[in-house]
């Protein structure tokens, strides 16, 4: 900060005549501030960082009182400072006006990985502040966690899921993910089972791990029982509102299972209460249902909720909330976005992970892509039927994701543009006959022109070939990167 800019701030802040986000005042003229530590801190654990501005008297309507000495006053600062960890290191400016000297002290932002900032004397948990509007409040304990399990690499996804055994876990979805593990990584292999149960993120240290129950027990719940989704169709566009006979909720469930059955019947409670409206689509002149939100949005909302949550035990206390009012559905997690990654960068660069072993179990039971889609497949399914942009919330202890609706009932819909080979099928007969010819997963993928892959393949594909109506070219080898589909003889 030049001086220019410091006079400019004092203008600022007596024009308002608040503080604010960034800013503190002090008056100073009768000495240096006793308690400075906690603006310090604060204005340190925030992305913008800060500046304290001396020379002011906030209770009499910010008048220009001026610091009783600007070298003594730098060396006080700079004395609270050193007494934080890490060490803050202020960047001051002084200004001269008619006799009165104004000081600035630039408090910069840490990296998130040096995140808390206390004093020392305090210690982490009761000496960490954060910046609300114009006051510095207290870190709650699970603020401080959040910080250090990013610095640390804390693997709560690893961590061991007390009192489960072997026996709890569903032995053939294991078996699936353990032939399927070692397909993708052909050294898996040459280890032994228990090996195997280790680096996979199975077990850890011989305990079965939190990843393991969530994606392979039998009743994860009964273990952990608010780990679930809970579901509330509200008739209002308020929490509270009640409909005409007093009902506060339309309908209400407690969804639980693993986290594929809890991504399932999460989708299943958005269809059965989403309005359902009949259009004709415009080139087959057939009769559509059009439903309330695109259901490829609604599923990697979902997804990404239970894959990247914190399941820390500072929130294995709180459950997933999907929440569908009459104007829009809210998703909202446990634990705010991960590491350095920020609302505008979401879907624009790859992401810290929190619990990679889920996200990478997930991709090896074909839930998920793992290739960062989720949220440019959410705008882009929002996109495609001209429906709002996503509004995404970030807070230190949780994620919300809200989905608007039109409601406007079209009775005839625009279709988006398609060639001949690049429709929606509707029918599985369309999907049989472009089979014909073996394809492969990409041609199939893109045939289906369905905004995520995975889902296109596990709503269309995968009914197909347990019907054993299409079927491998490779099928000693489900996984291979050769593989082909091809539709059985005689269909």
């Not at 909202?332 to 992401?351: A, E, M, S, V």
Request: aromatic letters at 8%; hydrophobic letters at 35%.
């Amino acid at each position: 900060m030049v001086e220019e800019e410091l006079q400019e701030l004092i203008v600022k802040v007596r024009r308002r005549g608040c503080e604010w986000q960034t800013t503190e005042v002090k008056a100073a003229h009768r000495g240096c501030p006793e308690r400075l530590y906690d603006t310090i801190s604060a204005f340190s654990n925030q992305d913008d960082g800060g500046v304290i501005l001396f020379g002011l008297d906030e209770q009499n309507q910010f008048e220009k009182v001026g610091v009783y000495d600007a070298q003594a006053l730098q060396k006080k600062v700079m004395e609270y400072c050193e007494q934080m960890t890490p060490v803050v290191r202020p960047v001051f400016t002084v200004w001269d006006d008619e006799g009165k000297v104004f000081v600035s002290a630039e408090i910069p932002p840490l990296d998130i990985a040096e995140r808390p900032c206390f004093r020392t004397a305090q210690g982490r948990l009761k000496g960490s502040y954060k910046r609300v509007g114009e006051a510095d409040k207290p870190m709650t304990e699970y603020e401080v966690y959040s910080y250090e399990a990013f610095r640390k690499r804390y693997r709560d996804d690893i961590r061991p899921a007390k009192g489960v055994t072997q026996n709890m876990l569903n032995q053939d979805l294991l078996e699936i993910y353990q032939a399927r593990m070692r397909s993708e990584r052909p050294n898996l292999a040459r280890v032994t089972e228990e090996q195997q149960y280790e680096l996979n993120g199975v077990t850890q240290g011989g305990d079965i791990t939190m990843a393991a129950l969530l994606l392979f027990g039998l009743f994860p719940q009964a273990f952990y029982p608010r780990l679930y989704i809970s579901a509330t169709r509200i008739p209002g566009t308020e929490m509270g509102v009640v409909d005409l006979f007093g009902n506060r909720f339309t309908d209400s469930k407690r969804l639980e299972g693993t986290i594929p059955e809890m991504l399932q019947k999460a989708l299943d409670f958005v269809l059965n209460n989403m309005h359902v409206a009949t259009g004709i689509d415009a080139l087959t002149g057939k009769r559509i249902d059009v439903l309330q939100y695109p259901m490829d949005a609604v599923r990697e909302a979902v997804l990404n909720a239970l894959i990247h949550r914190d399941y820390s035990i500072h929130t294995e206390a709180k459950p997933i909330q999907l929440n569908m009012y009459e104007d829009r559905l809210e998703i909202i997690n446990p634990g705010g976005l991960y590491g350095r990654l920020t609302i505008d960068q979401l879907g624009h660069t790859q992401p810290d992970t929190r619990n990679p072993i889920i996200v990478t179990a997930m991709e090896i039971l074909d839930e998920t892509e793992n290739r960062y889609s989720g949220i440019p497949t959410i705008r882009h399914a929002m996109a495609q039927r001209n429906l709002p942009e996503p509004v995404f919330v970030n807070t230190t202890s949780e994620f919300k994701v809200i989905l608007y609706h039109s409601q406007r009932r079209p009775e005839t819909i625009t279709p988006i543009e398609k060639t001949p080979d690049s429709i929606h099928v509707t029918d599985e007969k369309q999907l049989l006959e472009f089979c014909r010819i073996p394809r492969t997963r990409a041609e199939i993928i893109n045939y289906l022109n369905i905004g995520s892959g995975q889902y296109a393949l596990r709503r269309y594909l995968d009914p197909l070939l347990k019907k054993g109506v299409i079927c491998m070219t490779i099928p000693e080898k489900p996984r291979s990167h050769s593989q082909k589909y091809v539709t059985a003889q005689g269909i």
